[in-house]
C-alpha cells in the first residue's frame, strides 16, 4: 500500500479504488444510458492520471487502473438497472468514503477529494453538446459536485510566510 494511505485498513483501501468505477457509473448512468463514449473516457482518464497526475496520487491511480475494468464490470451487472435505484445505492457506497478521508492526512484527503470532483466532472462532459460543450445533462449535473462526499480542502502555505 502506497505510504500515504498506511493509515487505512485494506479494505478501506480498496474501498477508494472502488470508488473511480462507481463514480463512473454514477455520472454515466444518470440519465439512464452508459454511453460508449463515456465509459472509454473514463477507464482512459484513469490511464492517464495513473502516469500523470498533478497530485501526489500517481501510485493510486496505477492501482486503480489494475482494477478498473474488472470492477466496472462487475458493479455494473450488479447494481439496479433502473438509474435512481442505482444512483441511491452507489451514493450508499460512496457514502462510506467519508469516515475513510478523516484517517488519512488532510492533503492526501483533499487531493483525493478534488480528483474525484474532476473526475465526475471530465465524466458527464463526454458526451453530447457541440464540442462538448453544454453536454453535461440534468441528471448528471445532480451528481457531479459527489454531494454524498464531504467537501476536504487544504490549502498549503508558501514556507516564506
Do not use: G, P
Given at each position: 500500500m502506497i505510504s500515504a494511505f498506511r493509515a487505512l485498513k485494506d479494505e478501506e483501501y480498496q474501498t477508494l479504488i472502488e470508488a473511480i468505477p462507481l463514480i463512473a457509473i454514477l455520472i454515466a448512468g444518470a440519465d439512464n444510458d452508459i454511453d460508449l463514449n463515456e465509459k472509454a473516457w473514463a477507464e482512459k482518464i484513469v490511464r492517464i492520471r495513473s502516469y500523470s497526475n498533478h497530485f501526489d496520487l500517481k501510485p493510486y491511480y496505477k492501482d486503480v487502473d489494475s482494477q478498473y475494468s474488472e470492477l466496472f464490470d462487475k458493479f455494473l451487472s450488479s447494481l439496479p438497472k433502473d438509474a435512481d435505484s442505482?444512483?441511491?445505492?452507489?451514493?450508499?457506497?460512496?457514502?462510506?468514503?467519508?469516515?475513510?478521508?478523516?484517517?488519512?492526512?488532510?492533503?492526501?484527503?483533499s487531493?483525493?477529494?478534488s480528483s474525484f470532483i474532476a473526475y465526475?466532472?471530465?465524466i458527464a462532459r463526454a458526451s453530447g453538446g457541440i464540442l462538448r460543450m453544454m453536454s453535461v445533462s440534468k441528471e448528471e449535473s445532480m451528481f457531479i459536485g459527489l454531494p454524498m462526499i464531504d467537501p476536504i480542502f487544504y490549502e498549503e502555505l508558501d514556507e516564506e510566510e
Open positions: 442505482r444512483s441511491r445505492e452507489i451514493s450508499k457506497k460512496l457514502v462510506a468514503i467519508n469516515d475513510i478521508f478523516i484517517k488519512l492526512n488532510m492533503r492526501t484527503a487531493q483525493l477529494y465526475a466532472e471530465q
